[in-house]
């Protein structure tokens, strides 16, 4: 597999929480959900290529999933662990999700 073809596997959603929007309208940040094995600059690559902006810093977090289980707990079991980044965007640049035009 090439580069370009990692990069574009390399985000797999954005992550819209209350936060993330917060984040996005004040500071120019966008939260993304990503594999697991990504690193910072395949993650600063595919933004860059995927939206054609210019990406300053990415900060990553590793989430872990939360346990769940049956009335008393007997059935336990979790939900699956998975990794956050926050892309914030050089002044000048923006990511609009929503397309409008």
Do not use: C
Not at 68 to 86: C, E, L, P, V
Request: glycine share 8%.
């Amino acid at each position: 597999m090439n580069r370009q073809e990692r990069l574009m596997k390399v985000l797999l959603a954005p992550h819209v929480s209350e936060k993330s929007t917060v984040a996005a309208d004040k500071q120019r940040t966008f939260v993304f959900k990503v594999v697991k094995d990504a690193e910072k600059d395949e993650i600063k690559g595919a933004v860059e290529l995927m939206f054609n902006v210019k990406v300053d810093h990415v900060r990553v977090v590793n989430v872990k999933g939360k346990a769940k289980g049956g009335r008393n707990r007997a059935k336990g079991g979790h939900r699956q662990d998975w990794k956050k980044a926050y892309v914030a965007l050089q002044s000048g640049f923006n990511i609009d999700f929503m397309g409008a035009q």
